[in-house]
């Protein structure tokens, strides 16, 4: 054990890059978000209403992820809390994030994060849906308030609880307070799946992302930098080289700055004086290799077996068709003597690796043809064979 000691002891002997790692990473809230201002005050004005004690729309907010979804709703969120308390207006946020292992798995467990909000208790198990929501219920009759709920990456908890939790929320009638529902996601067609009733209520106000370019990326890279470094400490090269990096993954602000962050540790540990292009080509491929290997090794069996039918098609064709994956994985899945699902449940689960980063799909038109979704792989061909091999190793294959 004495390695890591001298290690441990080197390292702290060099001077630190960072002023506030902190600025860099998914939590930070910065005060000003470079060129979001149209989304922001898009969200603000459906908001608005609650301020005159007035029910607000409910609305969906979509982007792809890195686009800036949560923290601009986050920020016009604390802004409007501020607003109202200075008015002496009843309102309340109550916010959940379905990303949240354990949260997402079922509707009960969200319902649970919104009753500890309110000051109640829930216990983990043992009541029931429906006694959970009247405990719910009773919370917010307490007072005469209007509540906003707040679902970050709602579709993950539509896929695997349903859709009846939205009609809940959106139908709610109580005796003293009133409801509102804000969703956000990555998934553009998450609608597609939801009842009319529902889709028309919910749907009522939509605010849309577009992906940021490169040019827009160095800019928020640059803000956060004076924030995160010592003065003079990263190299502009560095910037312009995550920024573009982030570019290509469609345009992922949150990509740009993990590489940034990930990059100025990479320098420091090697006790480098600045950030440099070479420390972001390495944590490229650090961020790549873990993040995709640790994904993989988290998926359920059937998410690895759809996983394991796109990258072997994708070794012949760079783009595959959802039918001719769909045609291999009934095959596999019967090969490892698992259920074969059905294909609107495979295509959701094409969305999930969509949404985690592993896979993109997008819908192409083909004409008098029609329209259909094309699959490719987007990871590094470095990267791609690791996951091709940890992929053989799970399935035994």
Known sequence: MAEPRRFFAKIGKTP??????????????????????????????????SLWKQKPSNALIYGNPGTGKTAVTRLVLCQLQDEADRLHVPLKVLYVNCNIKGIADTEYRAVREFVHALGG????????????????????????????VVFDEI???????????LYTFTRIALRRATVSLVGITNNTTVMNYVDGRIRSSLS???VVFSPY??????????????????????????INKCAALGAQEHGDARRSLNLLRVAAETAHLEGAPSVAVQHVDRADEIISEHTV??????QPRQHTALLHCILSLCDVEKRVQTGEVYTHYAKLVSELGLRCLTPERVSNILADLDTIGLIHSHVVSRGRFGRSREISVILPEAVRKLAAEEIKTILNL
Do not use: C, W
């Open 16 to 49: 630190s890059l960072f002023k506030n790692r902190e600025a860099l990473t998914e939590e930070f809230l910065p005060q000003n978000l470079p060129y979001r201002d149209r989304e922001g005050d898009a969200i603000a004005r459906i908001l608005a209403p």
């Open 121 to 148: 208790t829930l216990p983990h198990r043992g009541l029931s849906k429906t006694e959970a929501y009247e405990l719910f219920f009773d919370l917010l009759n307490q007072r005469r308030q209007h509540i906003i």
């Open 155 to 165: 579709d993950r908890l539509m896929r695997h609880s349903g859709t009846d939790f």
């Open 204 to 206: 009522q106000q939509q």
């Open 213 to 238: 370019n490169a040019t827009q990326l160095a800019t928020i890279l640059s803000q956060r930098m004076e924030l995160a470094f010592q003065p003079g400490v990263v190299e502009p090269a560095a």
């Open 293 to 298: 290997l640790q994904l993989i090794r988290s």
